[in-house]
């Protein structure tokens, strides 16, 4: 396959993960991951996906990245401290 590269966030779509899970929106992630599995296992196609529940999470996903300057989000230690501060109570 060919590298394409995708905004973190972007192509939602609807999956069904089952009776018992349901139906969930999901969106790409960027994870070193999807890289190292083409680069290295060479892996043709591959891209990394994720949801939260409830869907707020998701929602207030995209506002942060909207808000949130990127290099800041990419910084260790505001990422360290912005983890700290959201983790679920």
Do not use: C, Q, Y
Not at 4 to 23: A, H, M, N, Q, T
Not at 56 to 84: E, T
Request: hydrophobic share 50%; glycine share 4%; no cysteine.
């Amino acid at each position: 396959g060919t590298k394409v590269e995708r905004e973190p966030l972007s192509l939602e779509r609807e999956v069904d993960f089952g009776e018992r899970i349901g139906k969930h929106r999901v969106m790409l992630l960027n994870l070193p991951e999807v890289v190292t599995a083409h680069e290295v296992l060479k892996v043709p196609n591959v891209n990394a996906a994720f949801a939260t529940a409830p869907k707020f999470w998701n929602s207030l996903l995209k506002a942060i990245v909207r808000i949130v300057p990127r290099k800041l989000l990419g910084a260790r230690d505001f990422a360290n401290a912005f983890a700290k501060i959201s983790l679920p109570i």
